[in-house]
């Protein structure tokens, strides 16, 4: 029986490890988290994440190969393989601020391994960290580890994308296992091989280097964010001009050197990882001396708050320049659909303009709670306090509840159920103020039939 602990019961954590136990039932996954809360939920009926067949996944595992417990030391002795699956933020203070990873629990984690570790170990780094994070943990480990036990380090960086992270999973485009090119590391690398391949074609687990694997991951996110900018940045250029911006993406995603995946033009990204990761890259590039390269990649960032700010800023103009005391349905507040997540999501800047503009903003989304959009508006740097969002934020149960008596509808997230097929978007004008405005920032929405109801309809990408 191989024993296999994950350290951290976040996004990336849980769905990763209960995959592996669902895939592997002679493979024992602990997944542990010194947050006793969230262990609960985890072994709850109600999961403390929201993620499409994670539900089905877990509870068909649970208690048999796969356990959640806050007994950290104890799957440490126990495990064979050990996934750090820690969270790294962004340096809010210090050096690097707003751009570097701070990998204080990466570092803690890893101490903790060495001290505990009664065996030899292979350690898995899973969290998204930057280039030649594995060197720093192999040194902290054989400084502290106890005379005969080895520590050999893995970079194996998740691919997931909330919303389908269980179909990632179960069904990787590949799977990266960068090892030390030594005999010892070769034999750790093939150990978590053995255990991918169980499931996973052999072809689409590619091994190679630690450092070109810590920086694969890096790289794939900030190509796919440089996509996103690209098609926001040619939006405003069809807004201007009269272009559509989805038959522009359309007419380029049909060049198979491009492709249309990641071409779909929004009021900006948000998740963990575009933005971070790319912060993540420019500090990078900075301490290697590359400004020029740091520059590059800044741009993208820069590009994802324009757009944001210039959403915002037709939302106010349209509105006759001013929403003082307007009401606004604000509908979704998760990043994108089919995840509760919120963290970086263009809904948060979006909200708190609004109320700085003293506008009434009414919100509906399907799975984010209350408490978490208090929390997030009421974050140190969002530029809203509780007292403002007491005021001016109203959370509803429906997207009927939200829209009734609103001067303006404003798509934020593109989840399914605010699709024409979805609500009655008749039933929702007769319920407005008139004239009603619909903001479309997903372009999930038929804005000719909305103008057939009677809708005044602004879309990103396009001037009419």
């Not at 995840?339 to 700085?356: K, N």
Request: glycine fraction near 6%.
């Amino acid at each position: 029986m191989v024993n296999i602990c994950c350290i951290g019961a976040g996004y990336v954590g849980g769905p990763s490890s209960a995959v592996i136990a669902y895939q592997c039932h002679d493979v024992n996954v602990t997944i542990v988290d010194l947050n006793q809360a969230r262990i609960d939920a985890w072994n709850s009926d109600n999961l403390p994440i929201y993620e499409p067949g994670l539900d089905e996944v877990v509870f068909a595992r649970r208690g048999k190969n796969l356990f959640f417990s806050t007994d950290v030391d104890q799957a440490i002795i126990d495990a064979d393989l050990i996934f750090v699956s820690v969270n790294t933020p962004t340096k809010k203070s210090g050096m690097g601020a707003g751009m570097a990873a701070d990998l204080a629990y990466i570092e803690t984690a890893t101490r903790r391994i060495a001290q505990v570790a009664t065996t030899s170990k292979v350690v898995i780094e899973k969290s998204t960290v930057p280039c030649r994070t594995a060197e720093s943990m192999r040194t902290i480990l054989e400084a502290n580890s106890t005379k005969g036990i080895r520590f050999d380090i893995l970079s194996n960086p998740e691919f997931l994308a909330e919303g389908t992270a269980i179909k990632d999973l179960q069904k990787p485009d590949r799977v990266l296992i960068g090892c030390l090119q030594t005999p010892e590391g070769f034999a750790a690398q093939q150990k978590l091989v053995d255990i991918y391949t169980r499931w996973i074609p052999k072809e689409r687990v590619i091994t190679m280097n630690l450092w070109s694997s810590e920086l694969s991951k890096l790289a794939a996110n900030a190509l796919l964010a440089q996509r996103i900018s690209s098609i926001n940045a040619l939006s405003a250029i069809c807004e201007a001009t009269g272009a559509d911006v989805d038959e522009v993406a359309y007419a380029c995603g049909t060049d198979s050197r491009i492709g249309p995946k990641f071409l779909k033009a929004s009021v900006g990204f948000g998740g963990s990882c575009f933005q971070k990761d790319i912060l993540n890259l420019v500090y990078l590039s900075e301490q290697l001396y590359l400004p020029e390269v740091a520059a590059y990649w800044k741009a993208v960032v820069t590009m994802n708050e324009y757009q944001k700010m210039r959403f915002t800023h037709r939302i106010v103009r349209t509105l006759f320049n001013t929403v003082t005391h307007k009401r606004i349905a604000m509908l979704g507040f998760a990043f994108k659909k089919d995840t509760g997540d919120t963290r970086e999501s263009a809904a948060i800047t979006l909200c708190s303009y609004l109320i700085q503009e003293r506008a009434h903003v009414a919100l509906y989304d399907p799975k984010v709670s209350a408490k978490q959009i208090k929390m997030d508006l009421t974050e140190p740097g969002v530029g809203t306090n509780e007292a403002d969002v007491d005021k001016h934020v109203q959370i509803c149960n429906s997207a009927y509840e939200a829209c009734a008596g609103a001067d303006a509808l404003v798509i934020v997230t593109e989840w399914d159920e605010f699709k024409m097929n979805q609500l009655d978007y008749k039933r929702i004008f007769d319920s407005m103020q008139k004239p009603a405005f619909v903001f479309d920032g997903r372009l999930i929405l038929d804005a000719p039939k909305l103008r057939e109801i009677g809708f005044r309809v602004e879309t990103i990408g396009k001037s009419v």
